[in-house]
């Protein structure tokens, strides 16, 4: 039986039951409307996470716009390669875990 983040309260429970047991949230199941993917986030983190463009994708703003100030800069581009790389390294252990970045984005 596999276990699913509830895009509500971020808690796990069971994919096959309809709702959230936690905070009552349908389950929605994969591929719905606005959700994230975890193969674009990859993408996104490898080709330009030095500029933040994976942290824009996943709605996690602030630390993107830090991200690109600093790339604009040759001594803030080795930060943000190095920040890049440990979010690169993050996403790799939950390879192909959807669920792990729609909980990402859904955080406030």
Partial sequence: MAMIY???CGKKFSES????PHCGAPNRGKGGAGE?????AFLLCLFLGAWGAHRFYLKQ????IVMLILGLTIFGLVITWVWALVDLIILLCHAG???YVNKI???K
């Fill in 6 to 8: 509830c895009y509500e």
């Fill in 17 to 20: 039951a309809e709702k959230c």
């Fill in 36 to 40: 994230k993917q975890w193969l674009i």
């Fill in 61 to 64: 703003t602030a630390s993107a």
């Fill in 97 to 99: 875990d959807d669920n």
């Fill in 105 to 107: 984005a859904k955080r």
